[in-house]
């Protein structure tokens, strides 16, 4: 006569392979959702040699002498960052602009940003680099106008010397393949004379150039977490589906 199996057990059993399955299906189903995307001027601050985003706004924003600010145009959501496609650093873009009493000098990188970040498909200017001498209190929007005119809308950077001429911050429902693909490098060409402290002065003129190193798009650690959280779920479902059959073997046998 074979042994009766017990059954008391099979109520915990049965409520972990669901939480089980419940975790995995989850986590599978929300890792490939995608945040909202938007065009957008993205501001930055270069720190030992890196570009790093921003804590507050270029309005809220003093940076000191010696610093670097940099900008970049793009399509990006909160998951992902469009970095500025250089990254020189301040002896490079202020080699050749003299400190002045009363004054601070901040390197400044405008990235443009590619065809494919445009709403447009238009060609954006080449990326550049201006020495901005301002004056000491003068926030990181008033060094941004070293590079010409501003476009704002509540606070907000529109446009920056003309570019873009419409929008600002719109929604992208769609991104295309293009605006998704990693960046590539571009080659920034250095000033070899110093801007004007005057707001919306142009850039001065350029000299030898500088080869930028490759950026490429910010990943998601939430979404690798999610696949981590999956995958260890269906490890322990397949661990507790061989030991369930191990177990009726023996009970059976």
């Known amino acids: 006569m074979k042994p009766v199996r017990p059954t008391a057990r099979r109520g915990p059993w049965r409520l972990a392979l669901a939480l089980l399955l419940a975790a995995a299906f989850a986590a599978l189903t929300v890792a490939p959702a995608q945040a909202a995307a938007y065009r957008y001027w993205g501001f930055y601050q270069q720190t030992d040699a890196k570009w790093v985003f921003a804590q507050k706004g270029s309005d809220q924003t003093t940076p000191k002498d010696g610093s670097v600010d940099g900008w970049r145009f793009a399509v990006g959501d909160t998951s992902s960052s469009r970095l500025p496609r ?22 400044l990188v405008i990235d443009f940003g590619r065809s494919a970040d445009s709403a447009d498909g238009a060609t954006p200017p080449d990326p550049e680099a201006v020495c901005a001498v301002v004056a000491t ?68 003129d350029t000299g030898a150039p500088a080869v930028a190193t490759t950026t490429t798009t910010g990943s998601s650690t939430g979404t690798t977490i999610a696949y981590v959280v999956a995958a260890l779920a269906l490890i322990a479902l397949i661990a507790f589906l061989v030991a369930r059959s191990r177990a009726a073997r023996k009970t059976s046998a």
Do not use: H
């Open 86 to 107: 250089a990254t020189p650093t301040f002896a490079q873009i202020c080699a050749n602009t003299p400190a002045q009493s009363d004054k601070k000098r901040v390197g």
């Open 137 to 204: 209190g003068a926030t990181s929007t008033d060094v941004l106008r070293a590079a010409g005119d501003l476009r704002m809308e509540k606070g907000l950077i529109c446009g920056v010397a003309g570019y873009p001429a419409s929008g600002c911050g719109a929604e992208v429902k769609d991104v295309s393949a293009e605006a998704k693909a990693p960046d590539t490098a571009v080659t920034l060409t250095l000033p070899t004379a110093s801007a004007s402290s005057t707001p919306g002065a142009t850039s001065p």
